[in-house]
């Protein structure tokens, strides 16, 4: 029993953590500018701040997803959804904000830009992962 039971723990958490590796592959894609550049060579607080949040924003939904799904793939469809979103999100929010361009603040470090850009991710991972509760 312990031995399945640890199975099925490395299975769902190792999906887990490569739903994660990949949602950082594509969110880097997707926004208009190099986040690891940013924040690893520049020390950009606002780029750090920002893509913090969008990971929190993911794990949200992800662990709601292991607590609600009746099987693998269930979680797995889950996570693929949850995802989705929160890339939506990104895209959304660093191609079309309409008043104020977050590349450029996040660019030229304006923290503000970065807390917004988390709270949001963070906010629709919350409801997403209210969402997934059915």
């Known amino acids: 029993m ?19 590796v990949l949602f950082l592959y594509l969110y880097a ?4 500018y190099d986040d690891y550049d940013l924040i690893l ?4 607080l606002a780029a750090s701040i920002g893509f913090g949040g969008a ?3 993911l794990s ?8 609600s799904s009746v099987s ?11 995802m989705s979103i929160q890339l939506s999100l990104a895209y959304a929010l660093t191609r079309y904000s309409s008043r104020v361009s977050l590349r450029s603040q996040i660019q030229d470090d304006r923290v503000s830009a970065g807390i ?12 997403n992962a209210g969402s997934m509760s059915y």
């Open 55 to 57: 990971v929190l924003g």
């Open 72 to 82: 693998y793939l269930d979680f797995l469809i889950w996570a693929v959804v949850a």
């Open 116 to 127: 917004l850009m988390a709270f949001v991710s963070v906010s629709v991972g919350l409801l």
């Open 41 to 44: 060579n520049k020390n950009n």
């Open 60 to 67: 949200i939904p992800l662990y709601s997803a292991l607590l």
């Open 2 to 20: 312990f031995v399945g039971s640890f199975l099925a723990f490395i299975l769902f958490f190792v999906t887990a953590v490569s739903v994660v």
């Open 29 to 32: 894609k997707i926004t208009p």
